[in-house]
């Protein structure tokens, strides 16, 4: 049996599942080396990879110089103990997003609370139960798996290192935004008055009100206790998990000792973590800690590669398309309107005589006036229509769905609009009058290509400024 992962897939908002099957790097961490060959012998059993090691320092050096996905650290061990490790792992900004699993011999709740200060994201006692054990590498191991894909997108964009991008972000000390989603009182009070201290608590009795409050407000953490009375708690996390808004929120699960094959479903459906009844105060605290520092890191990391992707496409100074989104998304709407048989029109639009404008009032008047211009390019389209900055003083509107006549009588309707109200540059100290020459041409036939059809609008501008400029010209094929 090869374990089934969920796959990470990219778009600029969101980050999607989808299933495949997937494998991850896993290093044993023990000074006893029959330990190590026990869990090396169950992980290798479900078709991860397994790597060890025998001592702390041994560790550190492999995740220094290999791609480690999780890390089973055991506590006790001779000089660096297992506590000290994951420190040193956490404070190196190389390895501070590999989680790592504490593997303690004792049931202790010291030992547990000093783990997961010690920045561990979770901790298993011995003797390890195996479906608890595959259970979680799996559940961490597919959430490092968003995190590294993020952090490849948002790195490949920028020149910054990444932890250079994220270094200014909240590192999750500070207050939070709680939301608690039990409707029992006796339940949630200990819970609430725990978390009320460090965190803003807000507690819903109502799973589905929850769902749209969770949608609407910005929560730092969800905490859904698997005891509702009246709803499926797994519905709800299975709901969450579902909408865009809150696919990626920390979901922490307060349960029962006697719900384990739930908890393990939950974990499955991408619930982060969970706390067990009686709820231990010093534990939920540090649970807490580390989900919400784990999702503004990953907050973060997706801010960065939504900023990036924007700027690959977007135009600095007017932030309209640019010249490489309009080449792409040419072609697949010049194809789509092929295959629909529906119309496609574009415009060129050229400013008049924009040399002398940055002649005589400077290059940053010119600016004043390209963003000005494209504001109101803007305000003359449809939802539908692409505009974009073409280079320099000249634009391309993409019109799905128009004919000629439909395309002319836009641009002209843009033109008046140029030409009637003067532009205001120079910080409000100067307005000046600007027109534009726009060359107009639709798609025709089915011989037709997106070359011909973009050389049918250029002749028709080029028309347009011969013809003594501000006007409109078209050119049917
Ligand atoms: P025509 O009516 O024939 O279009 O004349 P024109 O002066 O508008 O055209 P030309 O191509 O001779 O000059 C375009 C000018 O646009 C030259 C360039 O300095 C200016 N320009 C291009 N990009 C920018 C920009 O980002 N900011 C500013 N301020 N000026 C720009
Ligand atoms: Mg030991
Ligand atoms: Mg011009």
């Given at each position: 049996?090869?374990?089934?992962?969920?796959?990470?897939?990219?778009?600029?908002?969101?980050?999607?599942?989808?299933?495949?099957?997937?494998?991850?790097?896993?290093?044993?961490?023990?000074?006893?080396a029959t330990?190590?060959?026990?869990?090396?012998?169950?992980?290798?059993?479900?078709?991860?990879?397994?790597?060890?090691?025998?001592?702390?320092q041994?560790?550190?050096?492999?995740?220094?110089?290999?791609?480690?996905?999780?890390?089973?650290?055991?506590?006790?061990?001779?000089?660096?103990?297992?506590?000290?490790?994951?420190?040193?792992?956490?404070?190196?900004?190389?390895?501070?997003?590999?989680?790592?699993?504490?593997?303690?011999?004792?049931?202790?709740?010291?030992?547990?609370?000093?783990?997961?200060?010690?920045?561990?994201?979770?901790?298993?006692?011995?003797?390890?139960?195996?479906?608890?054990?595959?259970?979680?590498?799996?559940?961490?191991?597919?959430?490092?798996m968003?995190?590294?894909?993020?952090?490849?997108?948002?790195?490949?964009?920028?020149?910054?290192?990444?932890?250079?991008?994220?270094?200014?972000?909240?590192?999750?000390?500070?207050?939070?935004?709680?939301?608690?989603?039990?409707?029992?009182?006796?339940?949630?009070?200990?819970?609430?008055?725990?978390?009320?201290?460090?965190?803003?608590?807000?507690?819903?009795?109502?799973?589905?009100?929850?769902?749209?409050?969770?949608?609407e407000?910005?929560?730092?953490l969800?905490?859904?206790?698997?005891g509702?009375?009246?709803?499926?708690?797994?519905?709800?996390?299975?709901?969450l998990?579902?909408?865009?808004?809150?696919?990626?929120l920390?979901?922490?699960?307060?349960?029962?000792?006697?719900?384990?094959?739930?908890?393990?479903?939950?974990?499955?459906m991408?619930?982060?973590?969970?706390?067990?009844?009686?709820?231990?105060?010093?534990?939920?605290?540090?649970?807490?800690?580390?989900?919400?520092?784990?999702?503004?890191?990953?907050?973060?990391?997706?801010?960065?590669?939504?900023?990036?992707?924007?700027?690959?496409?977007?135009?600095?100074?007017?932030?309209?398309?640019?010249?490489?989104?309009?080449?792409?998304?040419?072609?697949?709407?010049?194809?789509?309107?092929?295959s629909?048989?529906?119309?496609?029109?574009?415009?060129?639009i050229?400013?008049?005589?924009?040399?002398?404008?940055?002649d005589?009032?400077?290059?940053?008047?010119?600016?004043?006036?390209?963003?000005?211009?494209?504001?109101?390019?803007?305000?003359?389209?449809?939802?539908?229509?692409?505009?974009?900055?073409?280079g320099?003083?000249?634009?391309?509107?993409?019109?799905?769905?128009?004919?000629?006549?439909?395309?002319?009588?836009?641009?002209?309707?843009?033109?008046?609009e140029?030409?009637?109200?003067?532009?205001?540059?120079?910080?409000?100290?100067?307005?000046?009058?600007?027109?534009?020459?726009?060359?107009?041409?639709?798609?025709?036939?089915?011989?037709?290509?997106?070359?011909?059809?973009?050389?049918?609008?250029?002749?028709?501008?080029?028309?347009?400024?011969?013809?003594?400029?501000?006007?409109?010209?078209?050119?049917?094929?």
């Amino acid at each position: 049996m090869i374990i089934r992962f969920n796959r990470v897939l990219l778009t600029s908002e969101s980050v999607e599942w989808s299933n495949e099957y997937m494998t991850a790097r896993i290093l044993v961490v023990d000074d006893i080396a029959t330990n190590v060959k026990l869990l090396e012998a169950r992980l290798m059993a479900e078709y991860f990879q397994v790597f060890s090691a025998t001592s702390g320092q041994e560790a550190l050096d492999i995740c220094a110089s290999s791609q480690i996905d999780i890390v089973l650290l055991d506590v006790m061990m001779p000089g660096m103990d297992g506590f000290e490790v994951c420190r040193r792992l956490k404070a190196d900004p190389k390895t501070m997003h590999i989680p790592v699993v504490m593997v303690t011999a004792l049931n202790e709740m010291s030992d547990r609370v000093t783990g997961l200060e010690a920045g561990a994201d979770d901790f298993i006692t011995k003797p390890v139960n195996d479906l608890a054990l595959i259970t979680r590498v799996r559940s961490l191991a597919r959430l490092k798996m968003v995190t590294d894909e993020l952090r490849l997108r948002a790195e490949a964009g920028s020149e910054m290192g990444i932890e250079q991008m994220l270094h200014h972000k909240d590192g999750g000390e500070g207050r939070s935004k709680v939301l608690i989603v039990d409707d029992r009182v006796s339940s949630y009070e200990r819970v609430v008055k725990t978390l009320s201290r460090d965190h803003d608590v807000k507690v819903i009795t109502d799973p589905q009100e929850a769902l749209f409050v969770a949608a609407e407000e910005d929560f730092d953490l969800l905490v859904v206790s698997t005891g509702l009375e009246n709803f499926d708690s797994l519905r709800l996390c299975s709901q969450l998990r579902s909408l865009n808004r809150t696919r990626m929120l920390p979901i922490l699960m307060v349960s029962n000792p006697d719900e384990e094959a739930k908890l393990i479903r939950a974990l499955d459906m991408g619930v982060n973590d969970y706390v067990m009844r009686p709820v231990d105060k010093h534990e939920l605290l540090a649970r807490v800690r580390t989900q919400i520092k784990r999702g503004r890191y990953n907050a973060g990391l997706r801010d960065s590669v939504q900023q990036t992707v924007e700027m690959a496409i977007k135009d600095g100074l007017t932030g309209l398309n640019n010249r490489r989104f309009f080449d792409s998304h040419l072609v697949t709407a010049f194809d789509k309107a092929k295959s629909s048989g529906q119309n496609l029109s574009v415009l060129i639009i050229d400013i008049d005589h924009f040399k002398p404008v940055n002649d005589t009032h400077g290059h940053d008047a010119g600016d004043d006036v390209l963003r000005e211009f494209a504001n109101r390019i803007r305000k003359n389209i449809r939802n539908v229509d692409t505009a974009c900055r073409f280079g320099g003083e000249e634009f391309v509107l993409l019109m799905p769905d128009s004919d000629l006549d439909l395309a002319c009588i836009v641009a002209e309707r843009m033109r008046k609009e140029i030409a009637a109200h003067p532009f205001i540059i120079s910080g409000g100290t100067k307005q000046i009058n600007i027109t534009v020459s726009v060359g107009a041409a639709c798609i025709a036939g089915p011989d037709d290509t997106w070359e011909e059809l973009m050389k049918r609008s250029d002749e028709a501008l080029y028309r347009a400024k011969h013809n003594g400029r501000n006007q409109v010209v078209s050119k049917a094929a």
